[in-house]
C-alpha cells in the first residue's frame, strides 16, 4: 500500500498543475481522507455548541475516556450531521422547484396536490421550498452562516415579507444565538401583520395558559404551603393589574 502512495505522489508531483490531486493523495496515505471530501461543505460548530458539547461528555464520562480527542471527533461528527441535513433540504427544495415549475401549465391545485401525495402535508415542502430559495439567492458567505442558524429560524425568516437585503443584514448579524432568541428577534425585526394567520393572538394564548393553571388547581393533588399561596396571590394581582 505504501509503494502505491509513493507512486501515486510521485505522478502527481510532475504535474504542478495538479496540486489538488496531490493534496488528496497525500491526505488519502495519512488516513485524514473520509467520504465527506468534496461532496459535503462543512462548516465549524459555535464555541457555545462546543461548550455544550463538553458539558455532555463530562456529565457522561468514565475513567477510560479521552476527552480532549473524543470531543474534538463529536465536533467534527456534529459538523457533518448538520452538512449532511443542510444538503437534503436543498436538494429537496430544488427538485420541489422544478416541480413547480413543470406543474404550472397545469390547472390550480395540481402542484399543491402533488404536494400532498409526494410529502403527506404541504408546510414541509414549502419550508424545504423557501430554504432552498433563500440559500441560492444568497453570496456564498451568507450561505455558510445560513447553514450554521437554527433551521425553525431559517424557515420563518424565508417566508417573511422583507427584502432580500435585509435578510441579508439579519442573516449577517447571527452570532450563535439558539432557536428561541431568533425567533424573538425575527418577530421584532420583522413583525407579521395582524391580518397574517402566522400572527399569534397573544390575548388568546394567556387565556389558554390561564385556563389550564385554574384546571390544575382543583386537582386533588394541588396542596401549596402557606409560602406558596402567597406567591399565588401576588402573581394573581399582577394579572388583574394589567388588565
Known sequence: MSKFNSLLMGRFKNHPKKEKMNELAE?????NLSSFSGVFQTAPISEHEEASLRHLLEKYQTEENDLSTDLKSLSTITSEV???SNQAVILHGERIKRAQALFKNYREGAFSQWLLTT???RQTPYNFLQYYELHHSLPKKLQGILDEMPR???YSLSSRSASLEQKEAFIEEYKGESKAELLEKLRTSFPLTKQDKRNPNKAKMVYNHLTRALKGMGEVRFEPTEEERETLKALAQEILAKL
Open 82 to 84: 448538520r452538512a449532511i
Open 119 to 121: 410529502y403527506g402535508n
Open 152 to 154: 425553525q429560524a431559517i
Open 27 to 31: 491526505r488519502t496515505s495519512t488516513g
